[in-house]
Nanobody, 116 residues
Framework: QVLLVESGGGSVQAGGSLRLSCEATGLIFSSQAMRWYRQAPGKEREWVASINSDNSAYYIESVKGRFTIARDNARNTVLLQMNSLKPEDTANYYC??????????WGQGTQVTVFT
């Protein structure tokens, strides 16, 4: 069974930083593309960043230059370093990966709150 567990959320003042972690079990982590999504209250869940098995990384435009996604294959963990946080980054952040054919697994989410 594939399991994703996020951690690292919290409350931070605008301009501050947080680092989210997502530990994966039950899969061959090094071969997986990993993704972060977020969902703000009253809004749809949106994709934030992805990292492929070759370490190529992609970001939604609104976080480019502020967020960095990275992977630690030795620890089966994907990280999201978030700098220069803004109130509009406030959301529940979810880790995601594809499994089997057409399937996907989600973590339980970790809350990020950015206040002014």
């Amino acid at each position: 069974q594939v399991l994703l567990v996020e951690s690292g959320g919290g409350s931070v003042q605008a301009g501050g930083s947080l680092r989210l972690s997502c530990e994966a079990t039950g899969l061959i982590f090094s071969s997986q593309a990993m993704r972060w999504y977020r969902q703000a209250p009253g809004k749809e869940r949106e994709w934030v960043a992805s990292i492929n098995s070759d370490n190529s990384a992609y970001y939604i435009e609104s976080v480019k230059g502020r967020f960095t996604i990275a992977r630690d294959n030795a620890r089966n963990t994907v990280l999201l370093q978030m700098n220069s946080l803004k109130p509009e980054d406030t959301a529940n952040y979810y880790c995601n990966t594809a499994v089997n054919i057409g399937g996907e697994v989600w973590g339980q989410g970790t809350q990020v709150t950015v206040f002014t």
